[in-house]
């Protein structure tokens, strides 16, 4: 049958599922790197929080902050240095803390660098930045500043670790939405089947009984819908005409 209602009833349902899901990974795609980007910068920001009210009652050198400190920067893949008034390293995550004492040092004199690339957020403590590196062609969130007890530090991570997490979302909900569909389309295919074959079989029956064959009964499943309510009428009005 060319205007099947099973077919209009599948290809709507399957179009609404796939419209739904290609406007789902759209909206992933276009926006998910933005608010994994702010969520970031919120990351970057509670450690600073958390780091500076330690300084503030001599508090860096604790168990209990070195191992929040150790989770929060393993989990995020952030490097962190922390040096005195006079330079001298307090803290740092990692073994590039040469390195990164040198372009704090630049920071902290300059203001700025000529890798810097994007201010999100300035304070008179601290400065939350987008840098580039060319050393190794590798963006970088970034916040530095000064503590409340006068030590200068810095905190970053990389902006490839970010937009690889993202890739990987968007790859992974393209897969399973593909998936989704294909499912979706055979479930919705048998629904309908489901569905439009009693309604064959009344347009049977109602052919018969416009031959003048009034024996056709429509057997009712014992379902109480309005297809069932359709048919006993049909049975009805089948027998009236007998």
Same mark, same amino acid.
């Given at each position: 049958?060319?205007?099947?209602?099973?077919?209009?009833?599948?290809?709507?349902?399957?179009?609404?599922?796939?419209?739904?899901?290609?406007?789902?990974?759209?909206?992933?795609?276009?926006?998910?790197? %933005?608010?994994?980007?702010?969520?970031?910068?919120?990351?970057?920001?509670?450690?600073?929080?958390?780091?500076?009210?330690?300084?503030?009652? %001599? #508090?860096?050198?604790?168990?209990?902050?070195?191992?929040?400190?150790?989770?929060?920067?393993?989990?995020?893949?952030?490097?962190?240095?922390?040096?005195?008034?006079?330079?001298?390293?307090?803290?740092?995550?990692?073994?590039? #803390?040469?390195?990164?004492?040198?372009?704090?040092?630049?920071?902290?004199?300059?203001?700025?660098? @000529?890798?810097?690339?994007?201010?999100?957020?300035?304070?008179?403590?601290?400065?939350?930045?987008?840098?580039?590196?060319?050393?190794?062609?590798?963006?970088?969130?970034?916040?530095?500043?000064?503590?409340?007890?006068?030590?200068?530090?810095?905190?970053?991570?990389?902006?490839?670790?970010? @937009?690889?997490?993202?890739?990987?979302?968007?790859?992974?909900?393209?897969?399973?939405?593909?998936?989704?569909?294909?499912?979706?389309?055979?479930?919705?295919?048998?629904?309908? @089947?489901?569905?439009?074959?009693?309604?064959?079989?009344?347009?049977?029956?109602?052919?018969?009984?416009?031959?003048?064959?009034?024996?056709?009964?429509?057997?009712?499943?014992? @379902?109480?819908?309005?297809?069932?309510?359709?048919?006993?009428?049909?049975?009805?009005?089948?027998?009236?005409?007998?």
């Amino acid at each position: 049958m060319r205007h099947s209602i099973k077919k209009q009833f599948a290809i709507i349902f399957i179009a609404l599922m796939t419209g739904t899901i290609l406007a789902s990974w759209f909206i992933n795609t276009t926006f998910l790197e %933005d608010y994994y980007i702010k969520d970031k910068q919120r990351t970057l920001l509670d450690a600073y929080n958390m780091i500076n009210n330690a300084s503030k009652s %001599d #508090g860096l050198k604790t168990d209990s902050f070195m191992i929040e400190l150790e989770k929060i920067c393993s989990q995020n893949n952030i490097s962190i240095l922390i040096v005195d008034p006079a330079w001298n390293p307090v803290l740092s995550s990692r073994n590039d #803390g040469g390195y990164l004492a040198a372009i704090l040092i630049e920071y902290t004199f300059e203001g700025s660098s @000529r890798n810097q690339k994007e201010v999100f957020k300035e304070t008179e403590q601290y400065k939350l930045q987008k840098s580039y590196e060319p050393r190794t062609n590798t963006e970088y969130l970034e916040i530095w500043g000064i503590l409340a007890n006068s030590n200068n530090f810095i905190m970053r991570l990389p902006f490839e670790s970010i @937009r690889e997490s993202v890739n990987i979302s968007n790859r992974f909900m393209a897969y399973v939405g593909f998936c989704a569909i294909i499912i979706s389309a055979f479930v919705i295919w048998l629904v309908s @089947r489901k569905i439009t074959e009693p309604i064959l079989d009344l347009a049977k029956i109602s052919q018969q009984i416009s031959n003048l064959n009034f024996e056709v009964k429509y057997k009712n499943k014992n @379902r109480e819908n309005e297809i069932s309510l359709l048919g006993n009428n049909i049975n009805k009005m089948s027998e009236t005409l007998q």
